[in-house]
């Protein structure tokens, strides 16, 4: 007759091996029907349960003791006995957990998928590598919520802009979208997450008060990187994106230059330094081992998300809410228009693919060219 007893620790731990080389002991639990203890002859002991599924008997091992603790197994038995009672099969949700591939995992199946037919991928590639992948690589795709998927979206309107928010949001809704015809999940978290109302023409931009402001700000935060990364990129008009992936070995001090390997229009650009922004960066240390120039805490990375010190030197600064760090570019772009820069001129600088991006600044334009980013650096420097 099967062995019962309430399995608890003191039954666990007393519970011995058989004597027979090959064979295994069971003891049953009297509460939970078809909870149980297996113990080797090696001494292993691990939790199981049995229980049957349209008809069939079916066996699942809840995992080792020392794994789990008499208790921690019991409430695991308690909950498997849950799903089966609403009609549930443990056991394939578990081989079905195990077959479902992390986000990067199924990165490369959805690049090597699209590769052949989507002329851009290398852009879906670049979205993932930067942001996607650092964030959710590790975790299962049937884990991700539309909770974390909606913060996510939400963060990217404040660092960049509502439409780079929105092709994020799109790239993971086609990506969970493929999972689910591919069978690896039922359902896609991100499907009923609202696209933002793209208003990308706002040009908001800082006047003199406020430059002076915000450089006062940055200059008394207390994280050097943090400190110099917002000025630099008033100072170059750049992306936050291009800046947090500058490397050490594409800034040229001795030529003022900043390469930048490959900039949103695909094609990769140069960036001419103002003395301005060369001191920035004499100031930030190189880091061993480190070749991003705005470090994050992590070591040998870069920063990643900057939300939080740009809100709290937003405070400082006393600058309005509605205001992005994207505005940084606008205010870059609108003083160089109202200095006397051709708009032709803002267009390289700014590193626009076409003229319409830059022709939102046309009505700031005033006849003539004077310089180009040292004039407006040497500008926003002459504030008292």
């Not at 990308?200 to 990364?229: F, G, H, M």
Request: charged letters at 25%; aromatic letters at 8%.
């Amino acid at each position: 007759m099967p062995e019962k007893v309430k399995l608890t620790k003191r039954a666990v731990d007393a519970a011995k091996p058989p004597e027979e080389p090959n064979t295994f002991h069971q003891i049953w639990d009297v509460e939970i029907p078809g909870y149980g203890l297996r113990i080797t002859h090696a001494g292993v002991k691990s939790y199981i349960l049995n229980y049957r599924f349209k008809g069939r008997q079916r066996k699942y091992t809840i995992g080792r003791h020392g794994d789990y603790t008499a208790e921690t197994a019991r409430n695991k038995a308690l909950d498997l006995r849950a799903v089966i009672t609403k009609g549930g099969d443990p056991q394939a949700e578990k081989h079905q957990a195990n077959a479902t591939p992390s986000l990067s995992q199924f990165t490369d199946e959805y690049l090597a998928h699209i590769k052949k037919t989507n002329k851009t991928w290398n852009k879906d590639e670049s979205k993932l590598n930067k942001r996607i992948i650092p964030k959710w690589g590790k975790m299962r795709l049937d884990t991700l919520t539309t909770r974390q998927i909606e913060s996510f979206h939400s963060s990217l309107k404040t660092e960049q802009t509502p439409a780079t928010a929105n092709r994020y949001l799109a790239l993971i809704k086609r990506m969970l979208n493929l999972a689910i015809e591919w069978g690896y999940i039922d359902k896609n978290p991100a499907q009923h997450i609202k696209l933002f109302k793209e208003n990308n023409e706002r040009t908001d931009w800082l006047n003199n008060n406020q430059v002076k402001a915000l450089l006062t700000a940055c200059s008394d935060y207390n994280d050097p990187y943090i400190a110099a990364l917002f000025p630099f990129l008033l100072f170059t008009g750049a992306r936050l994106g291009e800046a947090l992936n500058a490397q050490w070995s594409n800034i040229d001090t001795d030529r003022s230059m900043w390469h930048i390997p490959e900039a949103k229009s695909g094609k990769g650009r140069y960036v001419p330094l103002a003395p301005q922004a060369i001191e920035l960066l004499i100031t930030l240390d190189r880091q061993e081992d480190n070749p991003f120039v705005f470090c994050g805490r992590v070591e040998g990375q870069a920063l990643v998300n900057v939300a939080k010190p740009w809100k709290r030197i937003k405070e400082a600064a006393s600058l309005p809410d509605h205001f992005r760090i994207h505005d940084l570019r606008h205010t870059f772009a609108s003083w160089g228009v109202s200095n006397g820069i051709d708009l032709y001129h803002i267009q390289a600088l700014l590193g626009h693919s076409s003229s319409q991006m830059t022709q939102r600044y046309s009505h700031l334009a005033e006849d003539g060219i004077k310089a180009s980013v040292k004039h407006i650096s040497e500008k926003m420097g002459q504030i008292d």
